[in-house]
């Protein structure tokens, strides 16, 4: 792929933490699809923002955008193809002693315009790829990059596999990585220079290099837990005052407890299932759920609260347990989770736009699964799909619970999920949707407008599974749910451990 805009390099090392690692870096992409890092994105496949239009970075003070570099080298516009060198020792170093996430170097231009030409890692010319020589202790080594790419603000699109890299004052910025790891045997570093090769020139340019940072690095924290901690496996959680509805799928006439309880020929309850070796159940039964092949809708139950209560409110909290199967693997489009809503039938899905007074929705969402190659490869993000008063288009907005990455979601694994809901006040932006995943926040806005009536309520729990938009699935594929809580108060995950923290919300 080719591209004659400017770029930044952000170069980055692969000594970061196991987590760190697998969920912060930013993505090279791949040939097939617009996955990877652009001017928006560091992450297109997993919809990861920048903080900062085109890319965030620390500079060697450690200020946010600031422009203090770690190195500088200047390149002549002479027309000749040579290499040029930065002496990044001191970064290099600062990661090897923890001093901060190694998240990789952010090369930009400080003088001059360009751009200046680099080659690529993909460049079918060997002598032009980026190269890290690295002196340690015992002994020297040069590392090949391991991905790379760069950011125009021409484009949305990702660049990552482009045979040439840019930079440039417009500006274009440029990533680089290389696995650290790979140097273990040459012990401590003493020097460290990257050196990349120019092949043009259009303008002499001052090019320096900064620590790049992107994405979440909270520390680790217990989970939060609510009524569910003083009920055993949710055990007679049903009693408590502030709890509306539980089920744990245990009944053998389970539809009876719900309102709809459809499609009936894609949902039963199993305690195993032999097609899938991975299967284990939470407890007892779990209500699973098939997308067949073909077909889009999957689970469409609901919980009215009008009808089971007699009455609608106008927050509420709604925790349920899922599980992937093994053939969960969506590549051709997203579609829809469980979640709350207020439509009665006349808008807030579909197409059918909310304008305040007909309806409203806050159903969950799932996007793509992740593609190999990306530092989230397999995962499945996950958020809401919210129809509001302030809507733009006939469609609901997408919010991925991106905080810490908490909302994307592998196979073969149990999550506590948990949904919270507050409508806005008639005449104020301050409508409130919170999300947990096992007991941490995932994601949290407070100033939606669901309403401009007090007719429109809560109106249902809405369990929903399907696929699109309206892309049918190419091939079946599974979900397992269990233990469904509906309450007045925050309900959290059933403590597994004494290390999670009670705090009633």
């Not at 596999?161 to 417009?170: I, Y």
């Not at 304008?355 to 190659?373: K, M, Q, V």
Request: charged share 20%; glycine share 10%; hydrophobic share 35%.
């Amino acid at each position: 792929m080719k591209s004659t805009t400017i770029g930044l390099l952000l170069f980055v090392l692969g000594t970061v933490g196991p987590a760190l690692a697998e969920r912060a870096d930013w993505a090279e992409g791949s040939s097939q699809h617009n996955d990877g890092a652009g001017r928006e994105y560091y992450n297109a496949a997993a919809i990861l923002p920048w903080k900062h239009f085109m890319g965030d970075w620390r500079d060697a003070k450690d200020t946010e955008q600031g422009d203090v570099a770690y190195a500088v080298a200047k390149v002549v516009d002479d027309d000749t193809r040579k290499p040029v060198a930065w002496d990044v020792t001191n970064l290099v170093n600062e990661w090897a002693a923890g001093k901060h996430p190694n998240q990789g170097m952010f090369l930009r231009a400080t003088a001059g315009r360009g751009p200046i030409v680099f080659g690529s890692r993909e460049s079918p010319d060997a002598t032009l790829h980026p190269k890290l020589l690295l002196i340690g202790e015992a002994g020297t080594t040069s590392l090949a990059a391991v991905a790379d790419t760069f950011l125009t603000k021409s484009t949305y699109r990702s660049q990552g596999q482009a045979d040439e890299l840019r930079v440039s004052a417009d500006p274009i910025h440029l990533f680089i990585r290389f696995d650290l790891d790979q140097a273990a045997k040459i012990g401590k570093i003493s020097k460290a220079t990257l050196i990349l090769q120019t092949s043009k020139q259009f303008g002499s340019t001052s090019i320096g290099v900064f620590r790049c940072q992107q994405g979440h690095n909270e520390p680790p924290s217990p989970p939060i837990l609510g009524i569910a901690a003083r009920y055993q496996n949710d055990h007679d959680i049903a009693d408590d005052p502030n709890v509306i509805f539980a089920t744990g799928f245990e009944r053998s006439n389970w539809q009876s407890e719900w309102t709809q309880a459809e499609p009936k020929n894609r949902i039963d309850t199993v305690a195993a299932d032999t097609r899938f070796e991975k299967f284990q159940p939470l407890q007892g039964q779990a209500l699973r759920s098939r997308i067949a092949k073909g077909s889009t809708t999957a689970l469409n139950t609901i919980y009215k609260f009008g009808k089971q209560t007699g009455q609608e409110p106008e927050a509420i909290y709604f925790r349920y347990y899922l599980r992937l199967a093994d053939d969960w693997n969506q590549t051709v489009q997203g579609g829809k989770l469980p979640g709350i809503s207020g439509t009665y039938g006349r808008a807030g899905w579909g197409g059918r736009k909310s304008n305040g007074t007909n309806g409203w929705s806050a159903r969950g969402l799932f996007r793509r699964t992740i593609p190999a190659g990306n530092p989230l490869a397999g995962r499945t993000p996950i958020g809401f799909y919210c129809y509001h008063a302030d809507m733009q288009g006939s469609y609901g907005t997408n919010w991925i619970w991106n905080n810490d990455y908490r909302g994307y979601l592998e196979t073969n694994r149990w999550y506590a999920i948990e949904q919270y809901c507050r409508l806005n006040s008639i005449g104020e932006k301050n409508g409130v949707l919170r999300a947990w995943v096992d007991g941490h926040l995932a994601f949290e806005k407070t100033n939606i407008r669901f309403r401009l009536t007090d007719e429109l309520k809560i109106e249902q729990v809405w369990m929903n599974l399907y696929h699109g938009g309206t892309s049918p699935s190419p091939y079946d594929q599974h979900v397992f749910i269990d233990n469904v809580v509906i309450a007045k108060k925050y309900i959290g995950p059933m403590p597994e451990s004494s290390d999670a923290t009670l705090t009633p919300q």
